[in-house]
């Protein structure tokens, strides 16, 4: 495995590795890897010839009182760890490497953002669509591969690769779960001992959503109140629950289309999101 730092010397590689039949696979990640992230290059080594995973904590997707700083960084694991799952390049531009200077140009995403994790934190997806845009030009894959934990962020690249005709394949991938639920996460390793344990109630509320949808639930009122009332079991404050059209991420009054489930919860030093995405046909096998 290659590493490089600089966007010159990646353009480059890619450029070479494009020219000469190759296909790239991408793996956008902010680091502190996890199985969630292998899941992602595992998916990637499959269907591509050459597969390239950044590692860049983004300045620009945090918000003044967020935790930038706190995120948690390890790169000799990390280098490691995409080793032996088979990554050919790890790039690993710093800060200034990517915004050397002011921007003279903004991205600003319109939709899919007064919602969710998109009113929680204001201007954390123009941020995620920046850098988004950025290291694909940089990288240049065929296919870029991004996790459903973070739903929003994929409904938003969907839309900016559209609006934007950039020639890549978003591929989604399922959410990776601990035994007991949790989905895996980089900012886990901040939760106490307690609220580690109480965690679980954010994938159990959810499972209890698609449970009662299901059974037929068609009252998004209802579904949120049965959330709720298992994370109340837990210390930490909630910051959302929503039940919403996917991936438009527009409130519903009755349960008859593709939905997402999501909700945020605010532990002491860690904030966890979970969803879970339900299609039409599940729905109608419960109704
Ligand atoms: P991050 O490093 O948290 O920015 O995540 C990088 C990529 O990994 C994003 O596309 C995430 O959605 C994805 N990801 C993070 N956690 C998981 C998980 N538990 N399961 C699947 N994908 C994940």
Same mark, same amino acid.
């Given at each position: 495995?290659?590493?490089?730092?600089?966007?010159?010397?990646?353009?480059?590689?890619?450029?070479?590795?494009?020219?000469?039949? @190759?296909?790239?696979?991408? &793996?956008?990640?902010?680091?502190?890897?996890?199985?969630?992230?292998?899941?992602?290059?595992?998916?990637?080594?499959?269907?591509?010839?050459?597969?390239?995973?950044?590692?860049?904590?983004?300045?620009?997707?945090?918000?003044?009182?967020?935790?930038?700083?706190?995120?948690?960084? $390890?790169?000799?694991?990390? #280098?490691?760890?995409?080793?032996?799952?088979?990554?050919?390049?790890?790039?690993? %531009?710093?800060?200034?490497?990517?915004? %050397?200077?002011?921007?003279?140009?903004?991205?600003?995403?319109?939709?899919?953002?007064?919602?969710?994790?998109?009113?929680?934190?204001?201007?954390?997806?123009?941020?995620?669509?920046?850098?988004?845009? @950025?290291?694909?030009?940089? &990288?240049?894959?065929?296919?870029?591969?991004?996790?459903?934990? $973070?739903?929003?962020?994929?409904?938003?690249?969907?839309?900016?690769?559209?609006?934007?005709?950039?020639?890549? !394949?978003?591929?989604?991938?399922?959410?990776?779960?601990?035994?007991?639920?949790?989905? @895996?996460?980089?900012?886990?390793?901040?939760?106490?001992?307690?609220?580690?344990?109480?965690?679980?109630?954010?994938?159990?509320?959810?499972?209890?959503?698609?449970?009662?949808? !299901?059974?037929? !639930?068609?009252?998004?009122?209802?579904?949120? #109140?049965?959330?709720?009332?298992?994370?109340?079991?837990?210390?930490?404050?909630?910051?959302?629950?929503?039940?919403?059209?996917?991936?438009?991420? !527009?409130?519903?009054?009755?349960?008859?289309?593709?939905?997402?489930?999501?909700?945020?919860?605010?532990?002491?030093?860690?904030?966890?999101?979970?969803?879970?995405?339900?299609?039409?046909?599940?729905?109608?096998?419960?109704?």
């Amino acid at each position: 495995m290659r590493i490089i730092t600089t966007i010159n010397e990646m353009q480059t590689f890619s450029k070479k590795t494009l020219r000469s039949g @190759k296909t790239i696979g991408f &793996v956008p990640t902010m680091g502190y890897l996890h199985e969630g992230h292998m899941s992602l290059v595992e998916e990637a080594l499959k269907q591509n010839d050459c597969v390239i995973m950044s590692i860049f904590v983004n300045p620009l997707q945090f918000g003044p009182n967020e935790d930038f700083d706190r995120y948690p960084r $390890d790169l000799k694991r990390d #280098e490691e760890l995409a080793k032996q799952a088979g990554v050919d390049i790890l790039f690993y %531009p710093n800060v200034k490497e990517m915004y %050397p200077k002011e921007r003279t140009t903004r991205l600003t995403v319109q939709e899919r953002v007064d919602t969710l994790c998109g009113e929680s934190r204001p201007g954390h997806f123009d941020g995620v669509a920046t850098v988004v845009m @950025k290291l694909l030009q940089i &990288v240049l894959p065929d296919r870029a591969y991004f996790g459903m934990k $973070d739903a929003q962020q994929v409904a938003v690249i969907k839309g900016l690769v559209e609006d934007f005709n950039v020639p890549v !394949e978003i591929v989604p991938c399922p959410i990776i779960r601990e035994e007991d639920g949790l989905a @895996k996460s980089s900012r886990n390793v901040y939760l106490t001992p307690t609220e580690r344990e109480e965690a679980i109630q954010l994938s159990r509320s959810l499972d209890a959503a698609a449970n009662a949808i !299901e059974r037929g !639930e068609t009252n998004p009122v209802r579904i949120k #109140e049965l959330i709720i009332s298992y994370l109340n079991q837990t210390s930490g404050v909630i910051d959302y629950v929503e039940v919403l059209s996917y991936p438009a991420l !527009e409130a519903i009054d009755v349960m008859k289309e593709n939905i997402i489930v999501a909700v945020a919860v605010q532990f002491t030093a860690a904030r966890l999101i979970d969803n879970k995405v339900t299609t039409r046909s599940e729905i109608a096998i419960g109704v």
